[in-house]
């Protein structure tokens, strides 16, 4: 069985949750990657370096410089001819790929994807990830979206995959690149960071969520996230969401200040390996999946949590 794998990248670097795919579609069987892109050479080379790579079919093109998912579809069944499955990661523009794809092939997508039972049955999580589902495709030709924090990342060094140049399918025409506004990060990003310190309403404004949540962030070397009441209310942008409708994220160490633990929230957070919560409502939700608790005034911990760190 061969799965195609799409390589989420920056123009630069490969990403690491194309590590976390290409763990999930080893399961499936023989792995190639896709490489879509304009001036894309270094990460084709980079790409064909992962471990358990066997070929990375790369689309240079001006048509896949800003990865539009538009484009990109048409090229990715143009090489499902060859492959018998397609695995992207649930990422933003993974989402965008994958059901466009599913929609050209007339199959069924199966989203965020937590384990390979089978080379036709995967698990799922529903209800906000507080049900697994077990689901089996009777499609000839799968397309997976898949949960990284669920895989372990594939080693990005060891691999001696061949490169092979594919033939671009052109611009359709049906969406056009305007602009982009990229958030420069100081910290770590958020769906890779070994820490992260969230904040939630309970900080009651944007002021007080950078006085007393990024001193924390940095003395423990952590990337930033919050809840999405805080970024609905304005605290933050909605980059920071933690949450089923924001970033899953699974590091070390999260650190909830402020935050009830409502279920959206519990949702992109829960499988992280340490949880500590600190609010002053004991009777708050994050309790029930926190591994250390301390109930209290946030505006008084924080800070000496901080200066005794």
Known sequence: MKTLVWVEHD???????????????????????????????????????????????????????????????????????HHDAFVAPATTTGKAIAPRVAALLDVMQISDVLSVEGEDTFTRPIYAGNAIATVQTRDAKKVLTVRGTAFEKASPEGGSGTIEAVAATGDTGLATFEGAEIAALTRPELTSAR??????????????????????????????????????????????????????????????????????????????????????????????????????DLFKIVPELTEKL
């Open 195 to 296: 820490v992260i310190v969230s904040g939630g309403r309970a900080l009651g404004s944007g002021e007080k969520f950078h006085e007393l949540i990024e001193p924390l962030a940095d003395k423990l070397g952590a990337a930033v996230g919050a809840s999405r009441a805080a970024v609905d209310a304005g605290y933050v942008p909605n980059d920071y969401q933690v949450g089923q409708t924001g970033k899953i994220v699974a590091p070390e160490v999260y650190v909830a200040v402020g935050i009830s633990g409502a279920i959206q929230h519990l949702a992109g957070m829960k499988d992280s390996k340490i949880i500590v919560a600190i609010n002053k409502d004991e009777d708050a939700p994050i309790f029930q999946v926190a591994d250390v608790g301390l109930v209290g």
């Open 11 to 81: 123009g630069q670097s490969v990403k690491d949750a194309t590590l976390s795919a290409v763990t999930a579609a080893a399961k499936l069987g023989e792995v190639h990657l896709l490489v879509a892109g304009q001036g894309v050479d270094g990460v084709a080379q980079a790409a064909a370096k992962i471990a358990g790579v066997g070929k990375v079919h790369v689309a240079d093109d001006a048509a896949y410089a800003h990865q539009l998912a538009e484009n990109v579809a048409p090229l990715v069944v143009e090489l499902m001819g």
